[in-house]
């Protein structure tokens, strides 16, 4: 059976600090001299801490993990906005239309700032919302990206 190697979960900060920082949100996005840790949370908590070839990275702390069927899917957006090729489009539509579409645009922008969590394989995944842009939005030559 395949076990992967790439990362391993490791967990070189005290789990008290890491519960008190969270609690007032004081972990800061870049890297942390102090625990020598990048954190790419945005939110200023952090969940579990990887190691990549020495290179150790704070994942931001699960929140709103998608669960759908347990794996990666691109979610249909509205058909209102399919027809939209672009902002000269949108600043033509009426106030009433885009207030209607304004949460949805505004949760799709918290996602590219945050990144997204979802369930894989049974297991909470963590993408960036760079990640999260391309797999969704993305158009290339052979259709969608895949995970």
Same mark, same amino acid.
């Given at each position: ?9 490791? &967990? ?8 008190? *920082? ?6 800061? !996005?870049?890297?942390?001299? &102090? ?18 070839? +020495? *290179? ?12 759908? +069927? ?5 979610? $249909? !957006? ?11 489009? /949108?600043?033509?539509?009426? $106030?009433?239309?885009?207030?209607? /579409? ?11 700032? $945050? ?21 969704? /939005? ?10």
């Amino acid at each position: 059976m395949y076990k992967q190697n790439l990362y391993k979960v490791i &967990e070189p900060i005290k789990i008290n600090t890491i519960k008190r *920082l969270n609690k007032s949100k004081k972990w800061e !996005y870049g890297y942390n001299k &102090e625990h020598d840790i990048i954190v790419i949370s945005k939110t200023g908590e952090i969940g579990e801490i990887y190691e990549i070839q +020495n *290179l150790r990275i704070a994942l931001p702390k699960p929140k709103n993990v998608f669960k759908g +069927n347990n794996k990666w899917e691109v979610q $249909q !957006y509205p058909k209102a906005l399919q027809k939209l090729k672009s902002i000269f489009d /949108w600043k033509e539509l009426p $106030q009433e239309f885009k207030n209607k /579409w304004h949460e949805y645009i505004e949760n799709e922008f918290t996602k590219r700032e $945050q990144g997204y969590w979802f369930r894989n394989k049974g297991v909470d995944t963590y993408i960036t919302g760079t990640h999260y842009m391309y797999l969704q /939005w993305t158009k290339i030559d052979v259709g969608k990206p895949e995970f």
